[in-house]
């Protein structure tokens, strides 16, 4: 299966600023994914990241708060704009292939 | 709505102990994989299950995918402590050439020494 590296894998902000996310596959995959966690909580699907198009984005995230870009089939970014206390959260990034997919490590945002 | 219920959300046992985490639905999913997941880690997949009525076993892990497709069942035999972590079933959608993992709220569990 493939190997996702996602960074950085924490960090703390302050409100207003963006942070963008990279995800880096060590093969190609068709579908990557952007997903939204509490700890220990489940996940929240973001967005699928398309390659070479825009990302279709699930009821309750936009493209502005989170632009995310997919320029080939092996990386990915998601940027949280403008970001608020109410971002905090662990981002991951997924990708695979129909029966099984690999998750990045996360990244652990802190909003102050 | 929740598309996925799963339950119990927290489950404590002792080590030795069996259980069966349950993950329900309404919807007919393509398949349902398994996660587990480790605090500062990534949900990790343990197993597909595809076909209805399919029953998977990974070494003490019993996974099932019930006749319709709708539900799917874990039972853990003699849990060790190092079963504990978050358990995540995820259902899988696909629409044309557009596929979609939704998550359940995931069980919690904490096997004791």
């Known amino acids: 299966s493939a190997v996702i590296s996602q960074k950085p894998s924490r960090d703390i902000c302050q409100r207003g600023t963006s942070l963008t996310i990279q995800c880096q596959v060590d093969s190609q995959v068709t579908m990557m994914f952007w997903y939204r966690q509490q700890p220990g909580q489940s996940l929240t699907l973001i967005a699928t990241a398309n390659q070479g198009s825009e990302a279709t984005y699930e009821s309750g995230f936009v493209i502005d708060k989170f632009p995310i870009s997919r320029p080939n089939l092996t990386f990915s970014t998601l940027t949280v704009s403008n970001m608020s206390p109410e971002d905090s959260s662990i981002y991951l990034c997924?990708?695979?292939?129909?029966?099984?997919?690999?998750f990045g490590s996360g990244t652990r945002l802190t909003v102050v | 709505t929740q598309l996925l219920e799963q339950s119990p959300q927290f489950l404590s046992i002792q080590e030795g102990e069996n259980l069966t985490v349950y993950c329900n639905s309404s919807s007919v999913f393509s398949s349902l994989q398994w996660y587990r997941q480790e605090p500062g880690e990534g949900p990790v997949l343990l197993v597909t299950v595809v076909t209805g009525g399919e029953v998977k076993k990974l070494k003490r892990l019993t996974f099932q995918f019930g006749d319709a497709r709708k539900d799917s069942s874990l039972h853990i035999t003699a849990a060790q402590p190092g079963d504990t972590g978050l358990y995540l079933c995820a259902g899988l959608k696909s629409g044309g050439s557009n596929y979609k993992l939704t998550f359940g709220k995931g069980t919690l569990l904490t096997v004791n020494p």
């Open positions: 997924s990708g695979g292939q129909l029966y099984g997919y690999t």
